[in-house]
């Protein structure tokens, strides 16, 4: 059965970092590009970053620019986000999830339960 | 970065209503649209991807529609299941993505 699930959320103060990692399970894992996407509570869907198969390329978006990195691990079959200089405003859920490529489409369509990142003094 | 602007922000629709959910991207993101179903303390889950594409073991009753700029998504006879919030994601070119608003279904 494929699976992914994310762990290493908790509470962490204002200007710390924290490594997210995402387990996963059930596929080839270096066949896939990975995104991770976070919630903040009581708000919409945030695309965060996304990762090639081989980690050769990553994309992050404008808000978490130089202060987030996406990486893998192919060996491990485990997706990370390290996270420095968080602001309280980084306060989410975040979910790994699983991209499908083709053609004329760019999708996720596997994702973990996400993981909760607290940021508050 | 592209913006994507959906409507409405929320609705109330009874069981067996059609609904029609729209997402108008910034500039024209071909067929790059997704269309996802999230539930409250739920990960998303991928409905419609292409802009028409029905993700396997989604219900027939959703279906999506669009090129360009414009994309729908209906829900043609509305279930008990289906009250949850919807997001609309485009994923052309530079592999920045973004997502819509979102689109809270409640029962009326």
């Known amino acids: 059965e494929v699976h992914l699930g994310e762990s290493g959320g908790g509470l962490v103060q204002p200007g710390g970092s924290r490594r997210l990692s995402c387990a996963t399970s059930?596929?080839?894992?270096?066949?896939?590009?990975m995104s991770w996407v976070r919630q903040a509570p009581g708000t919409g869907l945030e695309w965060v970053a996304n990762i090639k198969k081989d980690g050769s390329e990553k994309y992050h978006a404008d808000s978490v620019q130089g202060r987030f990195t996406i990486s893998r691990d192919n060996a491990k079959n485990e997706l990370y986000l390290q996270m420095d200089g968080l602001r309280v405003e980084d306060t989410a859920v975040y979910y790994c999830?699983?991209?499908?490529?083709?053609?004329?489409?760019?999708?996720?369509?596997?994702w973990g339960r996400g993981t909760l990142v607290t940021v508050s003094s | 970065d592209i913006q994507m602007t959906q409507s409405p922000s929320s609705l109330s629709a009874s069981v067996g209503d059609r609904v029609t959910i729209t997402c108008r991207a910034g500039q024209s993101i071909g067929i790059y649209l997704n269309w996802y179903q999230q539930k409250p303390g739920k990960a998303p889950n991928l409905l419609i991807y292409?802009?028409?594409s029905l993700q396997s073991g989604v219900p027939s009753r959703f279906s999506g529609s669009g090129s360009g700029t414009d994309f729908t998504l209906t829900i043609s006879s509305l279930q008990p299941e289906d009250f949850a919030s919807y997001y609309c994601q485009q994923t052309f070119g530079s592999r920045t993505w973004t997502f819509g608003q979102g689109t809270k279904v409640e029962i009326k």
């Open positions: 059930g596929f080839t894992f270096s066949s896939y590009w």
């Open positions: 999830a699983r991209i499908v490529t083709a053609v004329t489409t760019w999708h996720c369509d596997l």
């Open positions: 292409g802009a028409s």
